[in-house]
């Protein structure tokens, strides 16, 4: 007798579409379009819009044939499902002549372009890095790029609410012309959202330029902005509290030792910021600015600081004098200080007594970060300290520099630490803490 039942399926068949659309989201552009071939129902997954909804491109200096498929594939599919696209992220991998950077205009003009009149959903663009400074940026292309992206800006400025251009290094007026795209069609920006670290070239003393105080006047609602101190004025300080106090919670300032940071900016300007943006918190970068009379005209007791990151980045200078800082500067954000970094090449100065009163006077100190040469025995005080509830680390992490090549004993002294204090850190802490030769 004839079989009239119909053929077992498999489970897959019965997959919620909610269930395939997951599973799709882990699978690479070859991959998903594949296992569109499968049936319509896959297919139908394989065109859903969450699928497309964040991008990442990555231009590679020197191409294998797999990363040249895989940015062919990438510009394809970002072009096929544009109207989708919320989150775009563009990487250069290695820039190294004048042929790779044409090469990259050229394909970015034709991207953009085709978003700009697909797309009206963007709210977040991401290209870090770009470091159109160096020689392998011709003049021209340089231009037609930034021309090309202060266009598209424009065109996106109505959803755009995130922008990363941190590493851009393009002059005063190309810059203030990138940012000024986003307010073009109103006169105002709502983005909430801006990085321009090391956006303006180095040396610049964009601080002074009433070019760049005019752009960020249009900035209406901003709530993080990520900059250098050599962009810190009165003047900006004062746009930020008339234009953006209602929204202002954060702002991530990095200051190098080859930007200009000479400049004065009155306690009272900051006094007036945080009083208006209750909101705000603070958090300062500083790379080999290290010197106390440097720090000191940046770390004003007005400011609502909650995180200070202090590195010398391996160098070593007899004047940068740590223990004046730790004693008398950072103390003053006893009651608001929340994380502290501090990579120090600190041979010739001992701040352990220093750095362990800072920490137990600082009452909301969650973060600790420490590479400097520290006595292990720094280690032990501090975890007990930690036990007896005098201080409130969650987090620590110590890398002890020692000018000994075989650090076997201190390794042994850690251990030891660690097996005193095992259910404290293993219950509470994030611990991490290792020997460092430097030798």
Same mark, same amino acid.
């Given at each position: 007798?004839?079989?009239?039942?119909?053929?077992? %399926?498999?489970?897959?068949?019965?997959?919620?579409?909610?269930?395939?659309?997951?599973?799709?989201?882990? !699978?690479?552009?070859?991959?998903?379009?594949?296992a569109?071939?499968?049936?319509k129902?896959?297919?139908?997954?394989?065109?859903?819009?969450?699928?497309?909804?964040?991008? =990442?491109? =990555?231009?590679?200096?020197?191409?294998?044939?797999?990363?040249?498929?895989?940015?062919?594939?990438?510009?394809?599919?970002?072009?096929?499902?544009?109207?989708y696209l919320?989150?775009l992220?563009?990487?250069?991998?290695?820039?190294?002549?004048?042929?790779?950077?044409?090469k990259?205009?050229?394909?970015?003009?034709?991207?953009?372009?085709?978003?700009?009149?697909?797309?009206?959903?963007l709210v977040?663009?991401?290209?870090?890095?770009l470091?159109?400074?160096?020689?392998?940026?011709?003049?021209?292309?340089?231009?037609?790029?930034?021309?090309?992206?202060? =266009?598209?800006?424009?065109?996106?400025?109505?959803?755009?609410?995130?922008?990363?251009?941190?590493?851009?290094?393009?002059?005063?007026?190309?810059? *203030?012309?990138?940012?000024?795209s986003?307010?073009?069609?109103?006169?105002?920006?709502?983005?909430?959202?801006?990085?321009?670290?090391?956006f303006?070239?180095?040396?610049?003393?964009v601080?002074?330029?009433? !070019?760049?105080?005019?752009?960020?006047?249009k900035?209406?609602?901003?709530?993080?902005?990520?900059?250098?101190?050599?962009?810190?004025?009165?003047?900006?300080l004062?746009?930020l509290?008339?234009h953006?106090?209602?929204?202002? *919670?954060?702002?991530?300032?990095r200051?190098?030792?080859?930007?200009?940071?000479?400049?004065?900016?009155?306690?009272?300007?900051w006094?007036?910021?945080?009083?208006?943006?209750?909101?705000?918190?603070?958090?300062?970068?500083?790379?080999?600015?290290?010197?106390?009379?440097?720090?000191?005209?940046?770390?004003?007791?007005?400011?609502?600081?909650?995180?200070?990151?202090?590195r010398? *980045?391996?160098?070593?200078d007899p004047?940068?004098?740590?223990?004046?800082?730790?004693?008398?500067?950072?103390p003053?954000?006893?009651?608001?200080l929340?994380?502290?970094?501090?990579?120090?090449?600190?041979?010739?100065?001992?701040?352990?007594?220093?750095?362990?009163?800072?920490?137990?006077?600082?009452k909301?100190?969650?973060?600790?970060?420490?590479w400097?040469?520290?006595?292990?025995t720094?280690?032990e005080?501090?975890? %007990?300290?930690?036990a007896?509830?005098?201080?409130?680390?969650?987090?620590?992490?110590v890398?002890?520099?020692?000018?000994?090549?075989?650090?076997s004993?201190?390794?042994?002294?850690?251990?030891?630490?660690?097996?005193?204090?095992?259910?404290?850190?293993?219950?509470?802490?994030?611990?991490?803490?290792?020997?460092?030769?430097?030798?």
């Amino acid at each position: 007798m004839e079989d009239d039942s119909e053929p077992e %399926q498999s489970s897959w068949a019965h997959l919620p579409d909610v269930c395939l659309r997951r599973v799709f989201h882990w !699978l690479d552009d070859r991959d998903r379009s594949q296992a569109a071939l499968v049936c319509k129902k896959w297919n139908w997954a394989m065109h859903s819009g969450s699928l497309w909804r964040s991008r =990442t491109i =990555t231009f590679y200096g020197r191409p294998s044939r797999k990363q040249t498929l895989e940015l062919q594939s990438a510009l394809w599919y970002v072009k096929k499902f544009a109207k989708y696209l919320e989150h775009l992220e563009i990487k250069l991998s290695n820039p190294y002549n004048t042929a790779f950077t044409q090469k990259v205009q050229v394909t970015m003009r034709d991207l953009l372009s085709h978003l700009g009149k697909c797309n009206s959903r963007l709210v977040s663009l991401s290209m870090k890095y770009l470091e159109l400074d160096r020689l392998i940026w011709k003049n021209v292309v340089r231009a037609q790029f930034i021309k090309n992206l202060a =266009t598209f800006l424009k065109r996106m400025s109505k959803w755009l609410d995130y922008l990363n251009l941190k590493g851009a290094r393009v002059t005063l007026e190309e810059g *203030c012309e990138l940012l000024n795209s986003l307010s073009c069609l109103t006169n105002q920006s709502f983005i909430s959202e801006i990085n321009i670290e090391d956006f303006f070239s180095r040396h610049l003393l964009v601080y002074s330029s009433t !070019l760049f105080h005019q752009t960020m006047s249009k900035f209406h609602g901003l709530v993080t902005l990520t900059f250098n101190y050599n962009c810190i004025s009165d003047e900006l300080l004062d746009i930020l509290r008339e234009h953006s106090a209602h929204s202002l *919670c954060t702002l991530n300032i990095r200051c190098h030792s080859h930007d200009p940071h000479g400049q004065v900016v009155w306690g009272m300007s900051w006094a007036n910021l945080a009083k208006s943006a209750p909101k705000l918190n603070v958090n300062f970068f500083f790379e080999r600015v290290m010197k106390h009379d440097h720090l000191a005209r940046i770390l004003l007791v007005e400011i609502p600081v909650r995180s200070i990151s202090l590195r010398s *980045c391996y160098f070593s200078d007899p004047d940068w004098t740590m223990r004046p800082t730790l004693t008398n500067l950072l103390p003053a954000y006893r009651h608001v200080l929340q994380e502290l970094t501090l990579e120090l090449n600190n041979d010739h100065e001992l701040l352990d007594d220093e750095l362990l009163q800072l920490i137990l006077s600082c009452k909301r100190l969650l973060f600790l970060k420490v590479w400097a040469f520290l006595n292990v025995t720094f280690m032990e005080r501090l975890l %007990q300290n930690r036990a007896e509830r005098k201080c409130i680390l969650t987090t620590i992490k110590v890398r002890i520099y020692t000018a000994r090549q075989d650090t076997s004993e201190e390794d042994r002294l850690l251990c030891s630490i660690y097996r005193k204090f095992k259910h404290l850190i293993d219950s509470e802490l994030n611990y991490f803490v290792i020997t460092y030769s430097m030798v």
